[in-house]
């Protein structure tokens, strides 16, 4: 099952040039991928009933043709896999000369509300996603590994206006709080057409985390073989470094 919404960029989904930004992006991936979910009864209002909640462990998203401020985007999602726990969905945003200007892929974690444990995704809620057998990438996400060493980092505390309903820092911000580490000369390169988050671990109210920035210098392996890529990952990290509670790419 392909689920279709209609968005319309406002004036706060855009930077410089008047584009969409990579947050306002997400946002809308997150806004599809929950009213996908709401139409098959397992979404924020019914959990209550499900005691089923989604856990967002990965993006991977890339932007072909970046829209611009006052554009209306047809956005397309569905689920793609289903294993065990875990669940996959894709997406590809359309303009509305319908071209396709973003390809995206997720991973999801289920979570049983009451106990805070994992939950297994039974067969009879799987059908009602109705996976489709379509890729917008040729390849499963890939892990994200640390750089050996990083140039330089910030700490940042969290605040009640981060926290989402769940009482977790919202998956959005941790891309905010990767853009607030870059070096300033990094930060004016954007919009960044790649785009690859990591989550592994819940950030609350009133935690500080410390963000470490390093740039890796790949060579692509595709067709333009032996291009150079620069990348900019961030580790967000807890004050004691203990604990990792994401990683995120960006180039």
């Known amino acids: 099952m392909i689920y279709k919404e209609k968005f319309k960029i406002g004036l706060k989904d855009v930077w410089s040039k008047n584009e969409v930004s990579n947050v306002a992006i997400l946002e809308y991936l997150e806004d599809i991928?929950?009213?996908?979910?709401?139409?098959?009864?397992y979404g924020i209002n019914t959990v209550e009933q499900t005691h089923l909640n989604w856990i967002l462990l990965d993006w991977q998203v890339k932007v072909l043709k970046r829209p611009k401020y006052g554009m209306n985007l047809e956005i397309h999602t569905w689920s793609r896999k289903v294993e065990k726990f875990y669940a996959y969905r894709d997406f590809?945003?359309?303009?509305?000369?319908?071209?396709?200007?973003?390809i995206a892929t997720s991973k999801w974690l289920l979570i049983n509300s009451k106990t805070g444990k994992i939950s297994r995704v039974e067969d009879e809620m799987a059908k009602k996603y109705e996976s489709e057998n379509k890729y917008v990438f040729k390849e499963e996400i890939e892990k994200i590994k640390l750089p050996e060493k990083f140039e330089a980092e910030i700490k940042y505390t969290v605040q009640r206006k981060d926290i989402d309903v769940i009482g977790h820092m919202h998956n959005l911000y941790y891309l905010?709080?990767?853009?607030?580490?870059?070096?300033?000369?990094?930060?004016?390169?954007?919009?960044?057409?790649?785009v690859r988050i990591m989550y592994k671990k819940e950030?609350?109210?009133?935690?500080?985390?410390?963000?470490?920035?390093?740039?890796e210098v790949e060579k692509e392996e595709s067709e333009n073989e032996g291009k150079e890529i620069e990348k900019n990952i961030i580790a967000i990290e807890s004050l004691d470094g203990t604990i990792i509670h994401a990683i995120i790419e960006i180039y």
């Open 33 to 41: 991928g929950a009213y996908h979910s709401d139409s098959v009864g």
């Open 203 to 215: 950030i609350k109210l009133g935690e500080t985390v410390v963000c470490k920035y390093a740039k």
């Open 176 to 194: 905010n709080l990767a853009y607030e580490a870059l070096p300033e000369e990094e930060y004016q390169k954007r919009p960044f057409d790649n």
């Open 92 to 102: 590809e945003i359309y303009n509305d000369k319908k071209e396709l200007c973003v």
